[in-house]
């Protein structure tokens, strides 16, 4: 039976698209693209909604079960959430910053936009990855080790990626799907690797402007990362069930489901949740606040101690399972695969729209037309049309999530906007394409042109930026 139990929590809030699509002036600037194609009014308003309904009351809340009851948590955080914090509400990111700032609680490293960049430039990815490490460490003063990707997206490729980022763990959800006959409730890793004979280091040498960035971190990691696998029916029993009335075991009561917990067979439990379960997904009158309250004492009264995932690691590394990972990608949305965010027509069209937008801007070299670029791959563009010639449960949590603003519009100009968005986006970082900004200096020259212009000989590539 289990008696150790790890809880980690992620809050995110994205970038919304600016719908209907805006036109996008010949000759804009950088920063001019940007207010074209986000909605940032729209994402304020949101913001200081579920800051009122869930982040403050939850953060409290959480904040005294470490202080006064002994709870360890885990709790992960979007630089998208980030970013929207600073400029809306510093004093909520400074409450999130006393709860990290607690011993009990652990820093998740989360996709820093909850992106696909992942899908598009696995390279790329695996710089962000690091210099997410390095924003979260700066903003809450600890550095993770332990790292969450975009919707809990796991793959033998993205595991290899991780590991390259040199993460000391990761989680992912533990469907049946993927662990075939296993169980979520043990310690496991991909790489079986065997002992190599020693390799020695290259000799280091200096790094010059065009010299590429090395993906890998240097590490003295045992073996690649551990995987915590999400326990899929206890987390969903908070995270969805908790206040459907038509649930077999709706009212869900803390001594019920700290039995469930203890009965659990394995060495650990992993449990993880949405930051907005608690006061957005279900409301303060559905008892959730309270229910977690009591959870603690429950817990205790059965034995169940909670830890870190980092905890958990250094208690059963010795005793770590070898698990198997697909190519395509699982995730935690929907039934676990990747056809809940690229499962219809409009998902896969706009998917690709994704891809050339971002292509287009690696093509220009502009860090921050790339940075834009990756801010138009999140997930949450994808996840607002799985609904699209769907109906059901999934298609009901799309539709939960999409912007009121936008439901006048419809499905299908829903979509047909978002494309837009896209196509416009592109359009408008034509004009830094180098070889028409190198010709554009030619004509204003009258034709002469000596040099390459210093606009297109950035100090830093946004490669070696994130280096």
């Given at each position: 039976?289990?008696?150790?139990?790890?809880?980690?929590?992620?809050?995110?809030?994205?970038?919304?698209?600016?719908?209907?699509?805006?036109?996008?002036?010949?000759?804009?600037?950088?920063?001019?693209?940007?207010?074209?194609?986000?909605?940032?009014?729209?994402?304020?308003?949101?913001?200081?909604?579920?800051?009122?309904?869930?982040?403050?009351?939850?953060?409290?809340?959480?904040?005294?079960?470490?202080?006064?009851?002994?709870?360890?948590?885990?709790?992960?955080?979007?630089?998208?959430?980030?970013?929207?914090?600073?400029?809306?509400?510093?004093?909520?990111?400074?409450?999130?910053?006393?709860?990290?700032?607690?011993?009990?609680?652990?820093?998740?490293?989360?996709?820093?936009?909850?992106?696909?960049?992942?899908?598009?430039?696995?390279?790329?990815?695996?710089?962000?990855?690091?210099?997410?490490?390095?924003?979260?460490?700066?903003?809450?003063?600890?550095?993770?080790?332990?790292?969450?990707?975009?919707?809990?997206?796991?793959?033998?490729?993205?595991?290899?990626?991780?590991?390259?980022?040199?993460?000391?763990?990761?989680?992912?959800?533990?469907?049946?799907?993927?662990?075939?006959?296993?169980?979520?409730?043990?310690?496991?890793?991909?790489?079986?690797?065997?002992?190599?004979?020693?390799?020695?280091?290259?000799?280091?040498?200096?790094?010059?402007?065009?010299?590429?960035?090395?993906?890998?971190?240097?590490?003295?990691?045992?073996?690649?990362?551990?995987?915590?696998?999400?326990?899929?029916?206890?987390?969903?029993?908070?995270?969805?069930?908790?206040?459907?009335?038509?649930?077999?075991?709706?009212?869900?009561?803390?001594?019920?489901?700290?039995?469930?917990?203890?009965?659990?067979?394995?060495?650990?439990?992993?449990?993880?949740?949405?930051?907005?379960?608690?006061?957005?997904?279900?409301?303060?009158?559905?008892?959730?606040?309270?229910?977690?309250?009591?959870?603690?004492?429950?817990?205790?009264?059965?034995?169940?101690?909670?830890?870190?995932?980092?905890?958990?690691?250094?208690?059963?590394?010795?005793?770590?399972?070898?698990?198997?990972?697909?190519?395509?990608?699982?995730?935690?949305?929907?039934?676990?695969?990747?056809?809940?965010?690229?499962?219809?027509?409009?998902?896969?069209?706009?998917?690709?729209?994704?891809?050339?937008?971002?292509?287009?801007?690696?093509?220009?070299?502009?860090?921050?037309?790339?940075?834009?670029?990756?801010?138009?791959?999140?997930?949450?563009?994808?996840?607002?049309?799985?609904?699209?010639?769907?109906?059901?449960?999934?298609?009901?949590?799309?539709?939960?999530?999409?912007?009121?603003e936008w439901k006048s519009l419809g499905s299908n100009r829903i979509i047909?906007?978002?494309?837009?968005?896209?196509?416009?986006?592109?359009?408008?970082?034509?004009?830094?394409?180098?070889?028409?900004?190198?010709?554009?200096?030619?004509?204003?020259?009258?034709?002469?042109?000596?040099?390459?212009?210093?606009?297109?000989?950035?100090?830093?590539?946004?490669?070696?930026?994130?280096?």
């Amino acid at each position: 039976m289990v008696a150790e139990l790890a809880i980690y929590t992620v809050v995110h809030q994205p970038r919304r698209l600016k719908l209907p699509a805006q036109p996008i002036p010949r000759g804009a600037t950088v920063e001019d693209i940007a207010h074209c194609l986000f909605d940032e009014r729209m994402n304020e308003h949101y913001f200081r909604k579920v800051a009122q309904d869930s982040y403050y009351p939850a953060a409290q809340m959480f904040l005294d079960l470490v202080r006064h009851q002994g709870l360890h948590l885990s709790i992960g955080f979007s630089l998208s959430f980030v970013r929207q914090a600073l400029v809306w509400d510093p004093a909520l990111l400074d409450l999130f910053r006393a709860l990290v700032a607690e011993e009990r609680v652990e820093l998740i490293g989360v996709e820093p936009y909850h992106s696909f960049l992942f899908m598009l430039d696995l390279p790329t990815f695996v710089l962000r990855m690091k210099w997410m490490g390095d924003e979260l460490e700066r903003i809450f003063g600890k550095r993770p080790v332990v790292t969450d990707t975009t919707e809990m997206g796991m793959s033998s490729w993205l595991y290899d990626a991780l590991d390259t980022a040199g993460f000391r763990g990761a989680v992912m959800d533990g469907r049946s799907s993927t662990l075939d006959w296993r169980e979520s409730t043990h310690l496991y890793r991909y790489s079986d690797e065997l002992p190599l004979p020693r390799i020695f280091a290259e000799k280091k040498t200096s790094r010059t402007r065009r010299s590429t960035p090395k993906l890998m971190v240097e590490t003295e990691r045992e073996s690649g990362p551990y995987l915590l696998t999400r326990h899929v029916e206890l987390s969903n029993d908070i995270r969805y069930r908790f206040s459907q009335q038509d649930w077999a075991s709706y009212p869900l009561f803390a001594n019920t489901y700290a039995d469930w917990v203890a009965n659990t067979h394995g060495d650990f439990l992993f449990l993880g949740w949405d930051f907005e379960t608690f006061g957005e997904h279900h409301r303060a009158d559905t008892g959730i606040f309270d229910f977690m309250h009591a959870l603690p004492d429950e817990l205790a009264k059965r034995g169940v101690q909670t830890y870190t995932p980092s905890m958990l690691l250094d208690r059963h590394r010795t005793q770590v399972h070898h698990l198997p990972l697909p190519t395509l990608p699982t995730t935690w949305a929907g039934s676990g695969s990747m056809d809940f965010l690229l499962g219809n027509r409009a998902q896969d069209a706009l998917f690709r729209l994704m891809s050339y937008t971002y292509g287009t801007a690696k093509l220009t070299e502009n860090p921050e037309l790339i940075d834009l670029a990756i801010w138009l791959t999140q997930s949450d563009n994808l996840h607002l049309i799985q609904r699209y010639e769907r109906s059901g449960t999934e298609a009901d949590v799309s539709t939960y999530f999409t912007p009121n603003e936008w439901k006048s519009l419809g499905s299908n100009r829903i979509i047909h906007e978002q494309q837009q968005v896209y196509l416009n986006a592109m359009q408008a970082m034509q004009a830094f394409l180098p070889a028409r900004m190198l010709r554009q200096t030619r004509h204003k020259n009258n034709g002469r042109l000596t040099r390459r212009p210093r606009e297109l000989e950035p100090e830093l590539s946004f490669m070696a930026r994130h280096a």
